[in-house]
């Protein structure tokens, strides 16, 4: 189950934008994006790694991979809220 959850968030990330850069990640750190220049993520999640494009619409982030789509919502804290949990940015 836990691999399910974490695959699909791999695959449904995207934005596209210039308001996100560096690593988000989960509490534990099991699961990571790392936000680049122009619209590349990286996407980590229990040793699987792949990468995907992203945009940002206002607070809105749409993360894509392999034709899948998932929104995440930038909060004032500038973390990110998935459907799966908060990512904080590392410093």
Do not use: H, W
Not at 21 to 49: C, N, R, W
Not at 62 to 85: A, C, H, R, Y
């Amino acid at each position: 189950m836990r691999k399910i959850f974490v695959l699909s968030m791999l695959f449904l990330l995207s934005a596209c934008g210039s308001k996100l850069s560096g690593e988000y990640a989960d509490k534990t750190g099991a699961v990571s994006y790392t936000f680049e220049s122009g619209d590349k993520v990286l996407m980590s999640a229990i040793g699987i790694e792949t990468e995907g494009k992203y945009e940002v619409d206002g607070n809105k982030v749409k993360v894509e991979n392999n034709g899948q789509n998932i929104i995440f919502t930038i909060l004032e804290d500038g973390s990110l809220k998935t459907p799966f949990g908060n990512l904080k940015k590392k410093q």
